[in-house]
């Protein structure tokens, strides 16, 4: 695993600086709120551990974290005690259903909603204690552009952001990839589309923020900004209900077509950026 560079001294060249990324850390964002990405994140990571790989899923939402609620866990020891040094890391790691493990953040932890540089250290000596114990560490991170998000996608060698198809999350994944881009630098964004109504509409939908992003963005064709759609994911009545009874859809109804989908996004994810050369 790569090693993180000392970060900056302030939080306001922490969001204009990107840190050298951590090695197979893959943040999963979005622009807003509501479009799902907690349930990808969550269903994805038992997805990749279905395939053999050690995957741990950080909840990277420190002020409105929900992970546990969509685990259906009450975890004794969360983030925050690790933070505080009242628990260690490793006593903090639980197992999740669905064969992963979990580092849970406590809901409503005010003090993390700023990126003060007491929050940028604690994060960079966790990351630092998790990423060697395994194949992939998931970042479900906030939705938008706060500095506590920014910072947390900073620390991942990929993004993939979860947008749907109305005109809001899209306007929103937008400005997220615009801020990404200028701030981050990052050439390689990847896109999954959540709750589509039809076949081929999250790949065209992922060609017209391309072509956007190409006109007002990328502007230097020394470095093209690329967006990789990694799947759609359909409008499924079975999501609905694994959310309403707090369990993972990949466990409940494995092979209807969300599941099915989120199953072949995991197997392009571990092709292309998990084991690429395995």
């Avoid at 000392?6 to 964002?29: C, D, M, Q, W």
């Avoid at 620390?155 to 990839?177: G, H, K, M």
């Avoid at 799947?231 to 707090?246: C, E, K, T």
């Amino acid at each position: 695993m790569s090693d993180v560079v000392n970060p900056p001294a302030t939080t306001e060249a922490v969001a204009s600086v990107p840190l050298k990324p951590l090695g197979k850390v893959v943040a999963v964002t979005s622009g807003k709120g509501g479009v799902g990405k907690t349930f990808v994140s969550a269903n994805l990571a038992a997805a990749l551990a279905k395939l053999g790989l050690r995957v741990l899923v950080l909840d990277a939402d420190l002020g409105l974290a929900n992970l546990d609620v969509v685990l259906n866990l009450y975890p004794k020891i969360t983030l925050h005690d690790v933070f505080t040094g009242k628990a260690k890391l490793e006593e903090a790691i639980i197992r999740a259903p669905g064969g992963f493990s979990v580092l849970l953040a406590g809901s409503g932890m005010v003090e993390y909603s700023r990126l003060t540089p007491e929050v940028r250290d604690d994060f960079l000596r966790i990351m630092n204690g998790l990423t060697p114990h395994y194949d992939v560490v998931l970042l479900d991170t906030g939705a938008g552009i706060s500095d506590v998000v920014l910072f947390a996608v900073s620390l991942a060698s990929e993004v993939l952001v979860v947008a749907t198809p109305e005109p809001t999350s899209l306007t929103d994944a937008y400005a997220t990839i615009k801020v990404l881009v200028g701030q981050q630098k990052r050439q390689t964004i990847r896109m999954v589309i959540n709750q589509t109504a039809r076949l081929g509409d999250g790949r065209a939908i992922t060609v017209q923020l391309q072509q956007v992003l190409d006109r007002f963005v990328a502007t230097d064709p020394a470095r093209p900004v690329k967006l990789v759609h990694m799947g759609d994911i359909p409008a499924d009545l079975s999501v609905r209900q694994a959310v309403m009874r707090r369990q993972l859809l990949m466990q409940t109804t494995p092979s209807c077509p969300a599941a099915m989908a989120i199953s072949q996004l995991a197997l392009k994810l571990e092709s292309s950026v998990i084991s690429p050369n395995r």
